[in-house]
């Protein structure tokens, strides 16, 4: 009998740790060459020209927000996603709009986009803040088209999805956040994920303007550029330009967070490798499991079952040791979204994934006698259910 088996867990090996104590004997515990260093690696492996090192993935969704001029204006998201891919938006005295999912990819219909689009006035829509749930990516060259069609920006939510890929129509691959789609990237470093820093996110980018607008607005609005600056009256000299936020990241996370990056690939294989077990073990059974289109990589950080009686699992998995979640409740039916004005009804493909969805365990150090005693716990449930 295991102890406890979660939905997600951080691996932290000798590697982090002796990164995070070389920082710790270093010059600099935050502002300093550990962030750059972080940026500049991340850049490189997600093929993106910019990476804006944060303090976590809200602060990065905020952050490309502004930068895109997200003030007072009307964007749309998924339901199936954390508040804070909505939040953003709310937070630049925006307004939020939803978009149901399809039920298949569990990710935003673009279908029902068009339509949405279609059904408002030319300029009503300012941006799309799409969510590659779980770990697969939206069609995203399908969505630029729609994008472009209706003069709207992008801000790519892959806070589930770093290293995920897909193939465009052309046959040319793309990583998740390299810039070819969409206008900023954002990902997220909380300890289930993928790259693990305790907290921290990334916006990455290919437009130099709005590189340049996160990073001031991610220190309070101050520089030292002397070219952004009215005067300077010496070394010591800054002005404030804007209102920014106290966003950085420091440079023990930092180091971490490059360590843990080192070693993304292992771990998307190992998560791959799980999901294919998990979809062998319950072909045979009544469980609806997220497609994957042929041109897509998953990056699985969340691997999610569907199935008739969720609590029943839910519990059933819980006595015995094994801490599945859910994942999510559709943002619209919270109530300060409820009070917006947003019910039941709004979102039915949302809703009905929401009534049936449950997250298995899914993290690269589940040993395969783990993942064996999650499958077999699944089946003892459905097995029990259908007699």
Known sequence: MFNSIPYGRQHIDQTDIDAVIKTLQSDYLTQGPAIESFELAFAEYIGAKHAIAVSNGTAALHLAALALGAEKKRVITSPITFAASANCIEYCGGEVFFCDIDPKTLL??????????????????????????????????????LAEKHGLWIIEDACHAPGA?????????????????????????????????GEGGMVTTNDDVLA??????????????????????????????????????????????ESQLRKLDDSLNR????????RKAFENYSITIQDVPSNQFHAYHLFIVQVADRKGLYEHLRENKIFAQVHYIPVHLHPYYQAKGWKKGDMPSAEAYYDQCLSLPMYPTLTNEEQEYVIQKVVEFLDNSAN
């Open 271 to 278: 998560r791959n490798t799980i999901a294919l077990n998990y």
């Open 165 to 197: 890929r897909f193939s465009d129509s052309k046959g040319q691959e793309h990583k998740a956040g390299n810039g070819k789609y969409a206008d900023c990237t954002i990902f997220s470093f909380h300890p289930v994920k993928h790259i693990a820093c």
């Open 212 to 257: 340049d607008k996160i990073k001031l607005l991610r220190t309070h609005g101050i520089t030292k550029s002397p070219e952004l600056m009215g005067k300077n009256d010496g070394g010591w000299y800054y002005e404030m330009i804007e209102l920014g936020y106290n966003y950085r990241l420091t440079d023990i996370q930092a180091a971490l967070g």
């Open 108 to 145: 935003m219909d673009l279908e029902k986009l068009e339509s949405l689009l279609n059904t408002h006035p030319s300029g009503y829509f300012s941006g799309i803040v799409p969510v590659e749930f779980a770990g697969l990516s939206v069609d995203l060259e399908k969505l630029k088209s």
